[in-house]
């Protein structure tokens, strides 16, 4: 048989041994290599997604390949049914995440427990007693060793494959001071007891004999393993949207067979099962309603913010609500065919899709690190050409590798990372990663999600219409006891609006809930009906004209709003409007986000004609309205596709899968932990005025990073020729060193001054 497109086959593979974002590069680029291979690798959450022809390669060859290149690869393993327990969800849990980082914490212990009495001697000379070097070397080797491994084992594996990151850099620099250092003291004079190392400014040529660089080692070790260690712990929570989304299913559904009701686990289910969901109950899976009546509250699958009515031969969706009545349930899709699962698969797509954001300070270092080798091997050369001197020469050649060594570098994007990440979070605002920062720079349209986002996410009374002779208090106390009984939420929003208005609430003397109509009951001895005008013409009564004016106004397409008549003892009486109310601070929000250049766009499951009442009201021109999750992911892609970066605000489970997608995910800090997992910055404070300090914040960070970058590789590049020259006095070297770091520290620490507007 002939092979065509469609013998294409996709594997997942799990990557380990990635230390940046160029080694994803570089496996990428291997596999890329193969024939009939696509492949794109993706370092945040350490996965290859590759798709090849099953005819000429197989995954044993994929897997080779990356194992080549000097990195680990494997099948992730079979992810488990879900079963009712939800620690054995298929992602990571906190424990794994735990025991993943366990290593490198313990790594950045030990270092920073050793290389701050290292540092502090070599620096102030009070502290150097007799023997003071010795005691230097015992503490400074368990951190160039045991805490440095991973730097030196990524530098062996660049080297095997030709390739130079900051891993090598570290290793060079680090090896090269402390294998000087034991040169020094072993084979020349700083050994000898009473020797210091005074703390002066002077240039000289030096043969290097009396001379230790342990702090050195040392102190770059620990500064950069704190950066990698508070990197990881972000990079491990990348699977976990994936795993937010899974766990708002339910993990129990009581079955009914044979006529019994009987409680199994949900990844039990089969298609064509009935179960039972009661009121306040997850629905377990995809299906169909076969008995009962209720309300469905839809919201973080679908956007929509009014709970939908099912009844008889209706659809209802896995991890919906059931807010109303009993239900008895057809499974027709479970497992991967449902739509929580396939939203699930899309998250996940959507985040495996994004390019991998490449490091500054790794771009830097892909020209950097093989210039100063080769720099090193010349001075080394020319000095020993010139007839200097093996010691002078290799002291020459150290001292380049030295002053090269990336101690600024390295602190440039953490320290930025954590004043800024700080100061973010004491305005509301969580910041993933430096990835992120770098997107913010260039987004220029921002979509939003409008239930939870721009509105308050939750149905409010807003008026009360009243008949002539009817009071407004007396309707709020009638209407609102009756409706205090029920558990819709259109019923919760009149009850807590009344309680709002005119205080303590009577208690029904009766009550009944009429399915997808409203509720009835007496209060007060009044005989009350709250629901749809069919509620009341069941009993023969119509609204009066002022209120079937009200009504239709109301309900209008330019409102878009829910309208629920009230009536007691044989007359309508009035009529309340519901709406999911727009927060009072989204207008503003609006204002600022266009003065950051950003293009709002309101994107909405909900019906077109309440968004474009939002719209209007919030100052934002373009609406897209009536979309299912997937179209949302569309639409971020569209927009893209257009050329434009893009920005999303959203909070729902339903936004989960666009937030990954968007070039930009905003989630707020209020909504659905899937949103929370699936942004780049989380909202605490639910304000959608947050999105615009936000953005500013990041710019700010991330310009903060760019000046760190730029000062600390300026004052390795100034020092550099001194080193070449065989000038570079070692306490010059060293406060060369302690000046670009506490540079590039009190640089970051300007961001603690950053204020929100207003």
């Known amino acids: 048989m002939t092979a065509t497109v469609t013998d294409t086959a996709e594997v997942e593979l799990a990557i380990g041994g990635m230390t940046c974002a160029s080694c994803a590069a570089r496996i990428e680029k291997k596999l890329n ?67 993943a980082l366990r290593p490198l914490r313990q790594r950045l212990i030990t270092a920073v427990a050793l290389a701050l009495p290292v540092i502090a001697m070599a620096m102030v000379p009070a502290l150097q007693i007799e023997y003071w070097q010795w005691l230097s070397l015992t503490l400074a080797a368990p951190v160039v060793t045991y805490a440095a491994w991973p730097f030196h084992r990524a530098a062996w594996n660049n080297a095997r494959h030709g390739a130079a990151t900051m891993d090598t850099l570290i290793s060079v620099g680090t090896s090269a001071a402390f294998l000087w250092s034991l040169w020094a003291l072993f084979f020349g004079t700083a050994g000898m007891p009473g020797m210091t190392h005074p703390f002066e400014f002077t240039i000289a040529r030096s043969d290097g004999a009396g001379n ?113 009545g009993r239900l008895v349930v057809e499974a027709t899709r479970i497992g991967a065919d449902t739509q929580l699962a396939r939203m699930a698969k899309l998250v996940e797509e959507a985040q495996n899709g994004k390019a991998a954001a490449q490091r500054l300070a790794d771009k830097i270092s892909a020209v950097f690190v093989p210039l100063v080798i080769a720099l ?42 954590m004043v800024g990440t700080g100061r973010g979070a004491q305005l509301g605002i969580l910041i993933k990663g430096p990835e992120v920062l770098e997107t913010t720079r260039k987004v220029d349209t921002i979509v939003l999600d409008k239930t939870g986002t721009v509105t308050t996410g939750r149905m409010t009374l807003l008026k009360v219409h009243t008949a002539e002779t009817t009071d407004e208090a007396e309707v709020l106390c009638l209407a609102g006891a009756l409706e ?137 021109d373009e609406v897209i309205a009536e979309v299912m999750p997937q179209d949302k992911v569309d639409v971020v892609k569209k927009l893209q596709a257009e050329g434009r970066s ?86 010059i070297a060293g406060a060369a060193m302690a000046f670009s770091s506490v540079f590039v520290v009190g640089n970051s620490l300007r961001l603690r001054s950053f204020r929100a507007v207003g």
């Not at 005819?55 to 488990?80: F, K, N, Q, R």
């Open 376 to 417: 090193a091997l010349a001075t080394f050369g020319f000095w020993l050409g010139s007839g200097s001197g093996l010691t002078a020469a290799f002291t020459a050649a150290v001292a380049v590798l030295i002053i090269a060594c990336p101690c600024a570098l390295g602190l440039a994007t953490p320290t930025a990372l």
């Open 484 to 620: 205090h009984s029920s558990e819709h939420p259109i019923a919760q929003a009149v009850a807590t609006g009344a309680a709002e208005r005119v205080g303590t609430l009577p208690t029904p003397e009766d009550f009944a809930n009429i399915p997808g109509l409203g509720v009835q009951g007496i209060v007060d001895g009044h005989a009350v009906l709250v629901g749809r005008e069919k509620l009341l013409a069941e009993w023969a009564m119509a609204l009066p004209v002022e209120l079937e004016r009200a009504k239709a106004e109301a309900e209008a397409e330019a409102a878009g709003r829910t309208v629920i008549a009230v009536a007691w003892d044989g007359e309508a009486r009035a009529v309340l409007e519901v709406a999911d109310a727009v927060k009072e601070t989204s207008p503003e929000a609006i204002r600022r986000l266009r003065a950051l250049g950003l293009t709002p766009i309101l994107l909405t499951g909900d019906n077109k004609a309440v968004a474009e009442s939002v719209a209007a009201e919030v100052g934002i």
């Open 212 to 324: 230790i660089y342990l702090e050195a080692a040392a102190g770059v070790t620990a500064f950069i393993l704190a950066g990698r260690y508070f990197e990881a712990r972000s990079k491990r929570k990348a699977g976990a949207a994936l795993k937010a989304l899974l766990e708002l299913g339910a993990r129990e559904v009581t079955v009914l067979r044979d006529g019994r009701e009987q409680l199994i686990a949900a990844a039990d289910l089969q298609v064509g099962d009935r179960f039972l969901v009661r009121p306040g109950e997850k629905i377990a899976t995809d299906g169909t309603v076969v008995e009962g009546s209720s309300a469905v509250d839809a919201s973080m699958l679908t956007g929509e913010s009014v709970p939908v009515e099912a009844g008889v031969g209706d659809s209802v969706t896995g991890a919906t609500l059931n807010v109303g």
């Open 646 to 731: 893009v920005a999303m605000v959203g909070d729902g489970v339903n936004d989960a899968a666009a937030l990954a997608q968007a070039d930009l995910g905003l989630a707020m800090g209020t909504g659905t932990d899937a949103a929370i997992e699936a942004g780049d910055l989380t909202l605490v404070r639910g304000d959608l005025r947050a999105a615009a300090d936000a953005i500013r914040l990041s710019r700010k960070t991330l310009g903060t990073i760019r000046s760190n970058l730029f000062w600390a590789f300026s004052y390795n590049v100034a020092a550099l020729p001194l080193a070449a020259a065989g000038l570079l006095n070692p306490m």
């Open 33 to 99: 290599r193969m024939d009939g291979v696509e492949a794109t690798v993706n370092y945040a959450t350490e996965k290859a997604r590759v798709s090849y022809r099953g005819e000429d390669v197989s995954v044993a060859d994929l897997i080779a390949t990356v194992e080549a290149t000097g990195y680990t690869a494997a099948p992730p393993a079979p992810a488990p049914a879900r079963t009712s327990t939800p620690d054995e969800s298929a992602t990571n849990t906190p424990d794994d995440e735990v025991n």
